[in-house]
Nanobody, 120 residues
């Protein structure tokens, strides 16, 4: 059974920092591209950042320079360090695991989400 469990969300003031964690089980973690998405209130889910098994990263433009994604393959965990948070960063943040097998069949898994609220 695949589980992605996020933690670290909460209520902070603008300018503060948070670190989200996502612990994975039931998958071969190192085979997966890991990502963070977020869904602001009343809006669609959007990509925040991705990280490959080798550590290559990609960020949405609005998060570049403030957010850092990282992973620890030994701990089956992916992190999202969020600095200088803004009220517009308020959202439910979701962890995502994505891989293709040798037949190119795609497997995508989601966590349950963790709420981040930034007050002005």
């Amino acid at each position: 059974q695949v589980q992605l469990v996020e933690s670290g969300g909460g209520l902070v003031q603008a300018g503060e920092s948070l670190r989200l964690s996502c612990a994975a089980s039931g998958i071969i973690f190192s085979f997966n591209v890991m990502a963070w998405y977020r869904q602001p209130p009343g809006k669609e889910r959007e990509l925040v950042a991705t990280i490959t098994s080798g550590g290559s990263t990609n960020y949405a433009d609005s998060m570049k320079g403030r957010f850092t994604i990282s992973r620890d393959n030994a701990k089956n965990t992916v992190y999202l360090q969020m600095n200088n948070l803004k009220p517009e960063d308020t959202a439910v943040y979701y962890c995502n695991a994505d891989r293709r097998d040798w037949k190119s069949t795609r497997y995508v898994y989601w966590g349950q989400g963790t709420q981040v609220t930034v007050s002005s």
